[in-house]
């Protein structure tokens, strides 16, 4: 199994490019299943979750061409993905394929609309909580599919086609609002999703569909309007950069100190999160190319978050903003209102040092002067990625053992880290 080790102590200087959005990239690609036309995405990440979404929609009969990298391509350039789903030769997503991650669940929403029919395993995904469906249920019911869950899997009909409703979603949802929105772009009348997540990535999803001809207006709020209509068509696509890794990296360079371009990021994705870091005592200047950010000289001061849905601070960012407080002067609050059970990085980063006391949803850090080096073991995406952030700024070695969620949602870490100055490699094996 690989792992990944750090000497940690040096500064961060130099330029990240920023990829695709996962949390994009993977529903465009799902929505690929609405046409039998071509969907062209660009900018798509090399990630774990990617080939493996790549293997799900194989299965369904969908065709994927990825277009090869030529000479004099840039590295670090997303890959460009050819989707074609002219034939849907099986409607059923199997629990070897789906229980690895969270967002192949969604498949079931392309299926019904335009298939009528899917038999979808109920998926895995990080271990954060226990991240049930019933709202997704609940959405594709008023839209008139039946639903039954049976061995594991939930299986839809719609034998007329989906018709229109209003979706009333008791508690922002992510995957509800995605769910709701491509299942309604084939449903027959009007649609109107309330309390909608208004996440970057839903916006994202919804400009593809309507240029795919959906009708979808009201994206990036919390009242979205679908006409749904007949057909959709193929189109081409880039998928937006990826807030999660702009925010940490940025969390990176204001904890290690330092100067780092985060080349092709939008401030605007994650205002909330540069806001925080502003308030850490990061500076942080939007510029043409992105964002620089910079720390020197003065020490981590304090803050006192809560996560939220956007344009909240994301709780995808939580354990990252943690990792960061552990060396800040004076003690900090950081609660988690989406997960129940997104604190897997504490007792890690206990390892290194650093003073955390858990109450319920909300963590008390005490910042301490210095960390030091430990082996820690990944848990879950995100949390990963804050065991690395404290390796670079504590003294001495780090090993981070069981890698693999961290492929599923960095591109490169350990290149585009080193490139800056980091010594960190990964020993395969
Ligand atoms: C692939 C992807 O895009 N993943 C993101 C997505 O996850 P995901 O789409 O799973 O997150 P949701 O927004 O749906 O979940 C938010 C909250 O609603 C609850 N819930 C959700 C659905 C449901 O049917 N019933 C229910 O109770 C969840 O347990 C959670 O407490 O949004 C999260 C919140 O920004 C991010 O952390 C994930 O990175
Ligand atoms: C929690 C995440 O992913 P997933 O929803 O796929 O588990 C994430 O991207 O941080």
């Known amino acids: 199994m690989d792992r990944i080790r750090i000497v940690g102590g040096s500064k961060l200087n130099g330029t ?99 298939m009528h029919e899917a038999k979808v395993s109920l998926p895995g995904g990080c271990a954060i909580g226990t991240r049930p469906v019933d709202l997704l249920i609940m959405a594709l019911e008023k839209l008139g599919a039946e639903l039954t869950i049976d061995g594991g899997y939930v299986i839809a009909k719609a034998p ?26 084939l449903a027959k009348g009007t649609t109107i999703i309330n309390n909608a997540a208004c996440e970057p990535e839903i916006v994202d999803v919804a400009d593809c569909l309507n240029k795919m001809g959906a009708r979808i207006s009201g994206a990036g709020t919390t009242t979205i309007t679908i006409e749904g209509v007949a057909k959709l068509n193929g189109t081409r696509h880039t998928v937006l950069p990826d ?72 709780t995808d960012l939580q354990a990252q903003l943690m990792a960061l407080m552990t060396t800040a002067k004076g003690s900090s609050h950081i609660t988690e209102t989406i997960f129940e059970n997104r604190f897997m990085h504490v007792q890690e980063l206990a390892r290194f040092g650093a003073r955390i006391h858990l109450d319920g949803e909300t963590a008390t850090i005490d910042g301490t002067a210095k960390l030091r080096g430990a082996p820690v073991m990944a848990t879950d995406l995100r949390a990963s990625v804050s065991l690395v952030i404290a390796g670079l700024a504590a003294e001495g070695e780090t090993m981070v053992n069981r890698i693999y969620h961290l492929d599923r949602g960095f591109e490169r870490l350990e290149e585009k880290l080193s490139a800056c100055g980091a010594t960190i490699e990964r020993i395969s094996g």
């Open 16 to 114: 990240i490019p920023i990829s695709g959005a996962k949390n994009a990239a993977l529903p465009l690609m799902i929505a690929g299943l609405l046409t039998d036309e071509t969907l062209i995405l660009d900018n798509v990440p090399r990630l774990a979750d990617v080939a493996q979404l790549q293997r799900i929609l194989g299965n369904h009969g969908v065709d994927i061409m990825s277009a090869g990298k030529r000479p004099g391509d840039h590295e670090y350039q997303g890959q460009t993905l050819h989707i074609s789903a002219a034939n849907i030769i099986d409607t059923t997503a199997p629990y070897e394929l789906v229980s690895k991650m969270r967002a192949s669940f969604w498949v079931i929403a392309p299926l019904l609309a335009r």
């Open 160 to 185: 007329g086609g989906l018709k229109g409703a209003e979706i009333d979603f008791a508690k922002v949802t992510v995957s509800g609002t995605h769910v709701a929105l491509m299942a309604a772009t």
């Open 243 to 314: 807030r999660i890794e702009t925010g940490t990296y940025a969390m990176a360079v204001a904890m290690t100190g330092g100067d780092v371009q985060l080349s092709g990021a939008r401030p605007e994705l994650l205002q909330a999160a540069l806001d925080v870091l502003v308030e850490a005592g990061a500076t942080v200047t939007p510029n043409n190319d992105g964002i620089r950010i910079s720390r020197n000289g003065a020490g981590i001061k304090p803050v006192n978050v809560s996560t939220a849905p956007f344009p909240g601070f994301p």
